[in-house]
């Protein structure tokens, strides 16, 4: 992805974040107004786990093409933002770069067929996160041993 891209979808990618975060922050403002009313806090932590759960196969196979696209997107959308901010060769330890240069040219379409078939081929692996079947599955199995290249990948374009 070329830069001026990135900026462009960047503002794009924040503001799904802050949509997203604004949703929980609302929730626990929720819960707090029936922890003042008399209900324990633990039901309110139970709830808010039930509203948003931890994304596995679980919910992967159940999930529209749609919500699938959007997920990897998210992805997708972090990673490029972070990878933008701190470059090829970042001062913390962070695995942005390795994903980035793993998925380098990769389609989300593409992505979501690989994630597909992990879950079809693995159905007892379906209490698996989603992102670590991803990292372990497509970054990890492209990037092999390979140390971070200080190049930035060519451009990618996500394809739906």
Known sequence: MSRASCFKTAP???????????????????????TAAGSKPAAAI???????????GEKWITATEREKLAYLLGIMNM???????????????????KMVQS??????????????EYYQANPNQRK??????IWS????????????????PATTQNKR
């Open 128 to 133: 698996r996160s989603i992102f670590e079947v």
């Open 12 to 34: 794009l990618a924040l503001g799904l974040t802050v949509a997203l975060m604004g949703t929980p922050v609302a929730q626990a403002a929720e819960s707090a107004n029936a």
């Open 46 to 56: 139970t709830a808010a786990k039930a509203e948003l759960p931890y994304p596995d």
């Open 103 to 116: 998925l380098d040219g990769k389609t989300l379409r593409e992505m979501l067929r690989a994630v597909d």
């Open 137 to 152: 599955e497509i970054v990890a199995s492209k990037a092999g041993g390979k140390t971070q290249s200080a190049n930035p």
């Open 79 to 97: 990673a490029m933002a972070e990878y933008q901010l701190t470059g090829p060769n970042p001062r913390y330890r962070t695995l942005i770069p």
